[in-house]
T-cell receptor
Framework: KQEVTQIPAALSVPEGENLVLNCSFT??????LQWFRQDPGKGLTSLLL?????REQTSGRLNASLDKSSGRSTLYIAASQPGDSATYLC???????????FGQGTRLTINP | GAGVSQTPSNKVTEKGKYVELRCDPI?????LYWYRQSLGQGPEFLIY????????DSGLPNDRFFAVRPEGSVSTLKIQRTERGDSAVYLC???????????FGPGTRLTVL
């Protein structure tokens, strides 16, 4: 059974810092990996999608990497801003099943 | 263009009642998913539709839960004899293909008293 773990559960940093969020998964048989952002009381906003054949994707100040063989992904946020404060969720798409398995998320707080 | 929409945004009901939650996917998206998110947890898969048929309903917790998508667009999640443990946010997502990027709606917060 695929399990997704996100570390740390919560992170608080001052504005302007570069930071890394970690995601690990137990089964490397995935077809893609998505990073989402969730603001309190809101739905999920897709940030980055990495296909299983890709190593990384970039969007603005965000960069996500994927190491399928070791079961790890990282989300790098450059020059963090208070508006980046949210919960970040990692999810893997399981091969042979059209569904996402989510981690529990990292709650990020950027302090002005 | 319009994203995934869900109605109602909030639903409060009494234990034992029947509820219906509606999802309007992005136009043209053939794949539709329902997830459930409890407080402080990541979403958990419930059911997946490809077109009109439920291709995978392995995540439905029991037979009180049922979902339909009769015309391959709008979907309704139906919960019979609601229990307090059913309280959660129910999220709907859609994608262009079965293995595509999933786009989520704002969710329906269900509270069972």
């Amino acid at each position: 059974k695929q399990e997704v773990t996100q570390i740390p559960a919560a992170l608080s940093v001052p504005e302007g810092e570069n930071l890394v969020l970690n995601c690990s998964f137990t089964d490397s048989a995935i077809y893609n990996l998505q990073w989402f952002r969730q603001d309190p009381g809101k739905g999920l906003t897709s940030l980055l999608l990495i296909q299983s054949s890709q190593r990384e994707q970039t969007s603005g100040r965000l960069n996500a990497s994927l190491d399928k063989s070791s079961g790890r992904s990282t989300l790098y946020i450059a020059a963090s801003q208070p508006g980046d404060s949210a919960t970040y969720l990692c999810a893997v798409g399981i091969q042979g099943a059209q569904k996402l398995v989510f981690g529990q998320g990292t709650r990020l707080t950027i302090n002005p | 263009g319009a994203g995934v929409s869900q109605t109602p945004s909030n639903k409060v009901t009494e234990k034992g009642k029947y509820v219906e939650l509606r999802c309007d996917p992005i136009s043209g998206h053939t794949a539709l998913y329902w997830y459930r998110q409890s407080l402080g947890q990541g979403p958990e898969f419930l059911i997946y539709f490809q077109g009109t048929g439920a291709a995978d309903d392995s995540g439905l917790p029991n037979d009180r839960f049922f979902a339909v998508r009769p015309e391959g667009s709008v979907s309704t999640l139906k919960i019979q004899r609601t229990e307090r443990g059913d309280s959660a946010v129910y999220l709907c997502a859609s994608s262009t293909t079965s293995f595509g990027e999933q786009f989520f709606g704002p969710g329906t917060r269900l509270t069972v008293l």
